[in-house]
């Protein structure tokens, strides 16, 4: 039996953790203020979805594709304008919340990296040079 990211990371206790304190980050950094004013005043809905995807991609139960069918992350994120500051606003509210998760180092690094992909895979808007 292989042991997944989802279980290293504490299965769903650590996921919702995981959730929750992104968007606790989201919600009171004011570098994030972008991002959060994309999202709805009630996050309740983004952490169900965030937890439920996160859940399937870190190897555990696929509880969004269940609910939703496949991700397809790039065009449900199509709607919102999403550039390098989006991006990098959405990764340091997740990386402050990766830092308060109890993990192997290696793996918080993995994720991180990962998840640094993931960001950048969803820009959808060019970067404009001053």
Known sequence: MSTTPYDLIGGETGIRRLVDKFYFYMDILPQAKGIRAM????????????????SGWLGGPNLFIEEFGHPMLRARHFPFAIGEAERDQWMLCMNKALDEVTMDARLRENIRNALQQLATHMINQETTES
């Open 39 to 54: 999202h709805a005043p009630n996050l309740a809905s983004a952490k169900d979805k965030l937890f439920k995807f996160l």
